[in-house]
């Protein structure tokens, strides 16, 4: 498994793929995630973290453009996405002309975030939206080191310092109301 660090990410953007499973610092904690244009990374993902193979995984997107293109964005999930705060936001699945309509779940509610953090951008723009999750086994304690990361099976790994820590705020845009 390759790790990462600041002084070779231009060899990791060259090396990423569609087929790419990797653990990466996001606007909150560090995430396991890879592209949506490969519905096979969901069940790679799911079961590297020992969970059921289809069980739901927020979207990271780098701008609103590609946030709309997969939910229906009212203007108070747009605030939300928009906000300072890392928010995910619940909202519906847009069936109308969605580039990602065949790589989304069968579920009406997608969870979606706009991510700040440059390195995920530089991802987006190159493999497109990416699944992600925490970068911890199913029902064990999300633990920041290398060496914790290192027992996780994914292709790579890019480590460059501590991540926030913190979870995301979860904003269900149909109940309009916070779940986190």
């Known amino acids: 498994m390759k790790i990462y660090t600041r002084n070779n990410l231009k060899e990791m953007y060259q090396n990423l793929n569609l087929k790419s499973i990797f653990i990466v610092p996001t606007d909150t904690i560090y995430g396991i995630s890879g592209a949506i244009a490969n519905i096979e990374n969901k069940h790679r993902i799911n079961e590297i973290k020992k969970r059921p193979k289809n069980k739901e995984l927020i979207i990271l997107v780098s701008n609103l453009k590609q946030a709309k293109q997969i939910c229906q964005i009212s203007l108070k999930a747009q605030e939300m996405l928009l906000s300072s705060k890392p ?36 991802i987006i723009k190159k493999i497109g939206p990416i699944f992600s999750t925490s970068a911890n086994l199913s029902n064990q304690d999300y633990r920041f080191s290398l060496a914790e990361f290192k027992k996780i099976k994914v292709d790579f790994i890019c480590f460059l310092d501590k991540s926030k820590n913190s979870a995301s705020y979860i904003y269900n845009s149909i109940k309009k109301i916070f779940e986190r």
Do not use: A, Q
């Open 87 to 122: 928010t995910t936001v619940l909202c519906p699945k847009n069936y109308s002309g969605s580039l990602f309509h065949e790589y989304l779940s069968d579920n009406d509610l997608i969870g979606l975030r706009i991510c700040k953090n440059k390195i995920i951008k530089k």
